[in-house]
């Protein structure tokens, strides 16, 4: 029920911004940005602490508001990029960092590594469509997969309980170590991880049927309808309806690419490509973590997992889609 009350406001909201005109869109870029990291500032002197995490702000209301970066970050970085078309410079892409680095910065001192991730790759897709060159972004990957390959090698010595990582809490350490090989803390850390990929594993090719799951209804799965959904999906359809889930979420990519490399000016080309890849970063790391190739982190399954604040947050990104598409065949006709 309140999953069904979640969706129709989720469509309630999309609807209302895919009527408003990119220009206005673009209007509201700044405001929304600078209202956003006032609010997370906020959230650092007086903000709601749950579960040793201080991520909410109570202003009548239990707001979370984090999740309204993950729009306003893109959002800003747009604005930005429009303004300096045509005189672009290497400045002008340290700014953009600088933009993107405040929020992200203040969302990992919540501490909140799942959010921030969102709202850095919406960021990093901003800046990545806006011309950033490949001779910056070919280093940075190659020094991510050494990284990589340094922590896989290194294994059991550098997950030590002694040895501390720099910019990472124990739990996100944990968790990282976990994904190495959770069969070493089945009960607890590893527990999350080996429960997900049993569940998967038993739905073989077409699943047990819907809502006849047993990891998922004998409660082996923790979190089974938010982070973990894709586990119970998967028991429940099997691999086959892991294969449409997959298709319906390419469909939607594809279809979203297509929006930014028809879109009429810089600001919603760059938006539209920012949060039709965010999309597939909230599929992308919610069933890489739930399948055990990523650490487990806050993401969910965009339109399946429970949740109302991020099914606003991806109804709102859907509606600027559209408002974006129509936008385009105004100028066309």
Same mark, same amino acid.
């Given at each position: ?91 002008? !892409? ?36 806006? $011309? ?55 009960? %607890? ?13 038993? $739905?073989?090719?077409? %699943? ?79 069933? %890489?973590?739930?399948? $055990? ?9 965009? !339109? ?14 859907? $509606? ?14």
């Amino acid at each position: 029920v309140d999953h069904g009350r979640n969706m129709l406001i989720a469509f309630g909201i999309l609807f209302l911004v895919a009527q408003i005109p990119p220009q206005r869109l673009m209007s509201l870029a700044v405001p929304l940005y600078v209202i956003g990291v006032i609010l997370l500032v906020a959230v650092e002197f007086a903000g709601v602490t749950k579960k040793g995490a201080t991520r909410w702000l109570n202003v009548g209301v239990v707001i979370q508001p984090s999740e309204m970066l993950k729009i306003a970050v893109p959002l800003m970085l747009a604005w930005w990029f429009q303004r300096r078309e045509g005189q672009l410079r290497v400045p002008d !892409f340290l700014a953009a960092g600088a933009l993107l680095a405040v929020p992200v910065a203040l969302i990992i001192k919540q501490p909140d590594l799942g959010t921030a991730i969102l709202v850095l790759s919406a960021g990093l897709y901003v800046i990545f469509f806006a $011309g950033l060159s490949w001779k910056l972004i070919i280093p940075v990957l190659l020094t991510g997969a050494v990284a990589i390959t340094a922590l896989v090698m290194s294994g059991d010595a550098i997950c030590e309980p002694d040895v501390k990582w720099p910019g990472l809490r124990d739990y996100q350490k944990h968790r990282v170590c976990t994904l190495l090989d959770p069969s070493k803390d089945p009960l %607890g850390k590893g527990f999350h991880t080996l429960q997900g990929m049993i569940a998967i594993g038993s $739905g073989g090719i077409d %699943g047990k049927g819907f809502m006849k799951g047993t990891q998922t209804h004998l409660e082996f799965i923790p979190e089974r309808t938010t982070d973990f959904v894709f586990a119970a999906f998967a028991e429940e359809f099997g691999l086959v309806g892991c294969i449409a889930l997959v298709l319906g979420f390419t469909f939607l990519i594809f279809r979203g690419l297509m929006i930014a490399s028809e879109a009429p000016t810089v600001f919603s080309r760059l938006l539209a490509g920012a949060i039709t890849l965010s999309f597939f970063t909230y599929a992308f790391v919610n069933m %890489g973590m739930v399948s $055990g190739i990523l650490p487990v982190v806050g993401v969910p399954l965009p !339109f399946i997992s429970y949740g109302g604040t991020a099914m606003v947050t991806l109804g709102l990104g859907l $509606g600027i889609l559209m408002s974006i598409s129509k936008s385009r065949r105004l100028v066309q006709t």
